[in-house]
């Protein structure tokens, strides 16, 4: 029988040097929107026309190459709804029988294309993922043996690999980490740049038409669909934000303001993960840019940490860990996710914007995910499956191997430790510091409880008081416990009223 491969392209391996491409550079390629990767947990619906968009566009880019590529749009095959099934359409209909893809980003479904093989009858090449800069085994390499598995040590590991802000042996300027750097609230009056909109062209015109009618119904709007859908308008979003953004990147990354969603942030992430756009090319043009004086280094080391460091040690550590990773459950959480993560309705300024942007935008930027909505997941006891799906769904970067570590592991600390060595719990305070949002809340932050107090502080000594056995013993929470043990028996009291009341009533 004649070989007659095909190539499977998932929809977030949007890449032409990608492994499977190059493995073969003449072999068909298939490309399916499903409903089973659509639906399996209700992402939101810019998210699906972010994917659905790209993968049209990536198809015409394809085909402009000369490849031929089979494109099922959704629902345009009766009855195919998963990968398998787009597969073994192909098979019959076409005669392909041998498979080549590269791996998938995702557990489930890696779990899913091991059985292709059997299921489908034909040979199925999973090829390594190209894209990342440490492979699976150098990152078991480097974890193995390790007590701790920590990402700053893992990054210096990259910065050396890969020379990047390097000084012969040394990190450039004599420091791996310009972190302390990074903390500026916005002064009063600062407007931030705007984002750069890439209006739908007639593709994407499409692809909202086909979100409405079949996901209408999911989390978010679409009217502020302002993604960039190939490789190059993804190129163009990166260079508007190195000339405007980068040089105060690095001094208000962990700035909240009201009624700005975006800052001086990237809003690279989604193109990077869709593979629009190459991770390390992305951390060299970065880096050029100090480099050519245009930018200090607080904000490039910042940045480049964040796709060199954090990007590759968390995407080590989902490989690793999983599947069990995603059971654990460090503080046995259990409460229900509020509705207000999905209708953006509460009375609390810092989590309505955040949840509003995230609904606006199929984005929120990274202190809004850690510091607003996922503190208060954190102090408010609330499920780690339900909170995973909610930031799974609702980010149009979020795909799990990304999404699980930070928020599993980062944010709620249901990992017991593994990505952290503590718990990013924080009372009002600090959204006062790096926001302006409390000064129109209708809570009070300087109140420690009672009805007009701000939320977080009674909740953040209520989350140290019940988790006392967990924590108390951690090295980094010594002074939150000795504070903790100096509080007036009124205060804990109060606190603990508070909490309780508050949280019976958190629906
Ligand atoms: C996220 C997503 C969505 C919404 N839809 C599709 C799709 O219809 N077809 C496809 O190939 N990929 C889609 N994706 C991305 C996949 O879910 C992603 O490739 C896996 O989760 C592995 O990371």
Redo the contacts with the bound molecule.
């Keep these: 029988m004649a070989d007659k491969p095909l190539i499977l392209?998932?929809?977030?391996?949007l890449t032409p040097t990608l492994a499977s491409l190059a493995a073969d550079k003449d072999a068909p390629v298939l490309?399916?929107?499903?409903a089973d990767?659509?639906s399996y947990v209700r992402?939101h619906q810019q998210?699906?026309a972010l994917?659905?968009s790209a993968?049209r566009h990536f198809a015409e880019h394809l085909r402009a190459q000369g490849r031929t590529v089979f494109f099922l749009s959704?629902g345009a095959e009766k009855k195919i709804n998963s990968?398998a099934d787009a597969i073994a359409l192909m098979v019959k209909r076409e005669g392909f029988n041998r498979l080549i893809v590269t791996e998938?980003?995702?557990w489930r479904?890696m779990q899913d294309m091991q059985n292709w093989s059997a299921k489908l009858g034909i040979e199925v090449a999973i090829l390594p993922d190209n894209r990342f800069i440490a492979d699976h085994a150098e990152f078991e390499r480097w974890a193995d043996g390790k007590k701790q598995l920590r990402m700053e040590f893992f990054y210096r590991e990259m910065r050396r690999k890969t020379g990047l802000l390097m000084d012969g042996d040394e990190p450039l300027g004599g420091q791996w980490n310009y972190d302390s750097e990074n903390r500026k609230k916005l002064p009063k009056g600062h407007m931030p740049p705007p984002r750069l909109h890439f209006p739908p062209d007639e593709i994407t015109q499409n692809v909202l038409q086909v979100v409405k009618t079949h996901f209408g119904n999911h989390v978010g709007t679409l009217d502020k669909f302002a993604w960039p859908v190939t490789a190059s308008q993804a190129q163009e979003q990166l260079a508007h934000w190195l000339d405007f953004c980068l040089p105060q990147f690095g001094d208000y990354q962990d700035a909240m303001k009201s009624g700005e969603a975006f800052l001086y942030h990237g809003l690279v992430g989604a193109s990077i993960n869709l593979g629009l756009l190459d991770p390390l090319s992305v951390c060299r043009q970065v880096e050029a840019r100090y480099h050519d004086g245009q930018a200090p280094l607080n904000a490039v080391e910042g940045f480049i940490r964040q796709i060199l460091g954090w990007r590759e040690f968390i995407r080590g550590l989902y490989w690793l860990k999983m599947p069990a990773y995603a059971d654990s459950n460090y503080f046995d959480h259990t409460r229900p996710l509020p509705d207000f993560y999905y209708s953006g309705e509460t009375d609390m300024v810092c989590l309505r914007e955040a949840i509003g942007a995230t609904r606006d935008y199929a984005y929120a930027h990274h202190i809004q995910r850690l510091m607003v909505t996922g503190n208060f997941a954190l102090l408010a006891g609330l499920a780690p499956s339900a909170v995973n799906q909610w930031y799974l769904e609702v980010y149009a970067d979020a795909?799990?191997?990304v999404q699980l570590p930070n928020t599993h592991g980062m944010a709620l600390f249901a990992d017991g430790g593994v990505v952290g060595s503590k718990p990013y719990a924080a009372s009002g305070a600090y959204i006062n510091r790096m926001s302006d949002h409390c000064a129109g809340c209708t809570y009070k932050v300087k109140e420690p409880y009672g009805d007009e107090a701000c939320p977080f502080n009674y909740l953040y000594w209520d989350f140290l008081i019940r988790h006392r056995d967990k924590l108390g013993g951690n090295p980094r929470m010594g002074m939150v416990y000795r504070n903790l043990d100096k509080m007036p028996d009124d205060k804990r009291d109060g606190v603990q009223a508070s909490a309780k009341k508050f949280l019976e009533q958190l629906r």
């Design positions: 392209i998932l929809g977030d391996q490309m399916a929107e499903l990767e659509a992402h998210k699906i994917v659905f993968m959704y990968f998938p980003g995702e479904l795909f799990e191997w």
